[in-house]
Every structure is written in C-alpha cells, then in structure tokens.
C-alpha cells in the first residue's frame, strides 16, 4: 500500500476526512524549527510530501519567540513526526541522534510504511523531558471522534500517547 492512500479505499490521504479531524497542534521554539525545518522553512515541503501531512508553521503566534505548529494527515504519519521531533529535541544524545536520522530521512525520501511501523515499535518513553520543555500545547494523536468540537476537548502534551 502506498503511504499516500487509504488502505480501505485508495483514495489519496487528502481526501478523506478523517485526516483532518484532530489536528496536532502545539508550540515549538525558534531554533527547534529552524533545525528541522530549515532556515526560512527550506525542507518544510520536503518533510510535508515525504510524510504524507500538511503542516502550517506560524511563527509570529506568540511574543515569545516560540512556533505554534500544525499537522493534519494520517495518524501514524502524525505519530511518527512527533516521535522525530521529540528525538531531534532530547538533551540524550542516543535519541537526539535518532531524531537527526528520522530526519535527514523525511528529508530525503517518502516515509514507508515500515518506517511508520518501526517508529511505532520504538519503547515507551523513559523520561526526557529537556523537549518537553521547549514545546507546549494541544497535541491529540488518538482516533477522533464523531463531532468535530471534540478537538477542544484534547489537552496537555502526553509523550505517552504515541504509543496508543
């Protein structure tokens, strides 16, 4: 299956609702999207084809110099960017090494299903917080509901809800 289309009804990943329910939205800082996204937003297309999402950066969000960020596309398409740019952030450098591999992957190449698998497979989260710390916000990975108000009801950054 191609990441671009749905297994049930392989139509491309723009056209089915769904993907656009629960948008993941929170804040980063200038140098954190600076690093993954380029100097002026270079590999922002990049990493958007490559992942299969749309992401809008809106840097002039908050006087505090901080990015507010948001992703629609499939799920897993979602789960994974965050899992990379929770990595890239980490203070430990084994998964801030990871991260710039995730990266310079998204960067260079369509993500496969594989790779969305292996990144699920990755253990839980042990306690880095130096990137939580440098992000804030609504970020909601888990299956959306009907009504569309239900992504209000979405709060608080949880690393633990990547491996739902």
């Known amino acids: 299956m191609d990441m671009g289309t749905s297994a049930l009804s392989k139509k491309p990943w723009w056209t089915l609702p769904e993907n656009f329910h629960a948008p993941m939205v929170f804040h980063m800082e200038e140098d954190q999207e600076e690093l993954i996204f380029g100097h002026g937003d ?66 260079s190449q369509p993500l496969t299903n594989h790779d969305l698998v292996a990144s699920i497979s990755v253990p839980p989260y042990t ?8 992000i804030s916000g609504n970020i909601c990975l888990r299956v959306p509901q009907p009504s569309p108000y239900q992504v209000i009801g979405c709060s608080g950054f949880h690393l633990s809800s990547l491996y739902l």
Do not use: N
């Open 127 to 134: 306690g880095d917080l130096s990137f939580a710390s440098r």
């Open 42 to 107: 270079t590999y922002l297309r990049c990493i958007e084809v490559h992942s299969h999402t749309l992401i809008q950066l809106e840097s002039w969000f908050t006087a505090t110099g901080q990015t507010r960020v948001t992703v629609v596309g499939p799920h897993r398409a979602r789960q994974w960017l965050l899992h990379m740019f929770c990595c890239v952030g980490s203070q430990d450098s084994r998964r801030h090494d990871q991260g710039l591999e995730m990266l310079e992957r998204v960067r």
